[in-house]
């Protein structure tokens, strides 16, 4: 059976992955030169309830790439407003350890490949054709795409899209895989009611910072300073994506995490008000160039997909990751592009796909964000382990914890330790 994933970010590779443990031969398509898309400027992961969702995929058998992350963290067990437990991964070594992983686990790849149309009979996806004309065939599809719009929206909405990450001029504009195949997508909400919403976060020049901030966060891991009175815009907290991050110490202070860049938590900083700040007078933005001003649209399309994630109106075709619903996070990208993975082979084999319980933190965020989105205020709305309304409900469900025993016994008693593991074919 032949699975073919289009995108190579965390989604798609923890897709790839688990479809290959499955025994499915699997092809993975990535328009740029590197995998993990949006994960080359991240690396927050294990903060507040991604550190049970981490440790449940491990004990399910899906915890592979969690594992690497660990093996690649530079601190772990930091705090930071709001925050507990974090694991900050070293964005630099992350993208090669994982393409050594699947390289070494062979499963086929495609870099500088952009999918730009696919070939349907009824309602199934027959095969799909390449930038270059190439055309190919696979049994089972799956989408983990992200979430970005076209280049054009850079222009559009005059608040810069993610494409300086996915260096979109030179690899090609994004387009909706499953709006080719015939399914509209859908689009998130800002608490205003326009549509997308930016991120929480851009990244400084390391060695633009002061000795002495440098020498600081690469020991603690964060570096906090307060914001003169006079430069803090509260304002700006509503429009950030990642809602766990939109609290008002965030526009109070300067917030740094080392994730191999100097990661800045206030983002759409004016550079001249930030080189105000001792220590940060020759500051500069690595990611995006444009960080004082803009800062990566997002949730311009995603696929309507049941709780198996499979694609409402195709048959055979799954989603993962921004694709498939308003979550954000790498944490988050992974376990639906998990179970993506291996819903695509139970598919292709003829066997129902299935749900993950609810009684799990990463089956109920599955069902969770499925149903909030029915609603106009569930659009507006992101969903993270991490924070902002689905981590209370974590706590409210009694689903959070740090007790890695705890976590184990709820994989046990379920009977599905070592569940993602299973080999189907
Ligand atoms: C600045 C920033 C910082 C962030 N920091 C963190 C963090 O610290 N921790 C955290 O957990 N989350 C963070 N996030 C959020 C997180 O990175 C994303 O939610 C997550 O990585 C999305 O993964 P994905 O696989 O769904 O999509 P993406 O990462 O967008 O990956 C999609 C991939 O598909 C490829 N692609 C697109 N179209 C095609 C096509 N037609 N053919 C072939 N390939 C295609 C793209 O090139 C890309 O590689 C951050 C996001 C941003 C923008």
Redesign the pocket.
């Known amino acids: 059976m032949k699975v073919i994933v289009?995108?190579?970010?965390?989604?798609?590779?923890?897709a790839a992955l688990e479809a290959k443990k499955c025994g499915a031969d699997v092809l993975l398509?990535?328009?740029?030169d590197?995998?993990?898309?949006?994960?080359?400027?991240?690396?927050?992961?294990r903060?507040n309830g991604?550190y049970t969702a981490a440790q449940e995929m491990i004990a399910l058998g899906g915890g592979d790439l969690f594992e690497l992350t660990d093996k690649c963290a530079r601190h772990r067990n930091v705090e930071f407003p709001g925050h507990k437990h974090a694991t900050?991964y070293d964005v630099i070594k992350m993208e090669p350890t994982v393409r050594r992983y699947l390289l070494e686990r062979n499963i086929n790849m495609m870099f500088e490949?952009?999918?730009?149309d696919v070939e349907t009979i009824g309602k199934c996806i027959k095969g799909i054709y390449?930038?270059d004309g190439t055309y190919i065939e696979g049994d089972v599809f799956i989408e983990?795409?992200?979430?970005?719009g076209p280049m054009g929206n850079c222009l559009r909405y005059g608040k810069g899209c993610?494409m300086c990450?996915?260096r979109c001029p030179s690899?090609?504009p994004?387009?909706s895989?499953s709006k080719r195949a015939g399914v509209e997508d859908l689009l998130g909400m800002r608490g205003d009611d326009s549509y997308g919403a930016m991120?929480?976060?851009?990244?400084l020049n390391k060695e633009s910072l002061s000795n002495e901030i440098r020498e600081k966060l690469e020991k603690d891991g964060v570096y906090i300073v307060e914001i003169p009175k006079e430069d803090v815009n509260l304002e700006k907290l509503n429009i950030k994506?990642?809602q766990q991050y939109a609290l008002k110490e965030f526009a109070e202070n300067i917030v740094l995490?080392d994730?191999g860049h100097a990661?800045l938590m206030t983002?759409y900083y004016p550079l001249e008000k930030l080189r105000k700040i001792k220590g940060f007078e020759n500051v500069r933005f690595e990611?995006?160039y444009s960080g004082g001003k803009a800062?990566?649209i997002?949730y311009l399309s995603m696929a309507p997909r049941d709780n198996t994630m499979k694609v409402t109106g195709i048959e055979n075709l799954f989603v993962?990751?921004?694709?498939?619903g308003l979550?954000?996070?790498?944490?988050?990208?992974i376990v639906?592009?998990t179970l993506a993975g291996y819903n695509a082979v139970r598919w292709g084999l003829g066997l129902k796909p299935i749900q993950l319980p609810t009684s799990l933190a990463v089956g109920d965020i599955i069902a969770y964000e499925n149903d909030m989105k029915e609603s106009v205020e569930g659009l507006r709305k992101r969903y993270?382990f991490?924070g902002a309304s689905y981590f209370e409900r974590m706590k409210e469900l009694n689903l959070y914890t740090i007790n890695n025993d705890i976590i184990e016994k709820r994989a046990k008693t379920l009977m599905m330790d070592g569940f993602f593991n299973e080999k189907l074919i």
Do not use: Q
Not at 29 to 32: F, G, R
């Open positions: 289009i995108g190579g970010g965390w989604s798609g590779c923890a398509i990535e328009k740029t590197m995998l993990l898309g949006l994960g080359n400027v991240g690396g927050i992961m903060n991604r900050l490949t952009r999918v730009v390449l930038h983990t795409t992200g979430s970005t993610s990450i996915l690899y090609g994004r387009i895989i991120s929480g976060s851009c990244k994506v990642c995490l994730t990661k983002s990611d995006p800062n990566s997002r993962g990751g921004e694709k498939s979550f954000v996070g790498h944490t988050e990208a639906t592009g993270t991490a």
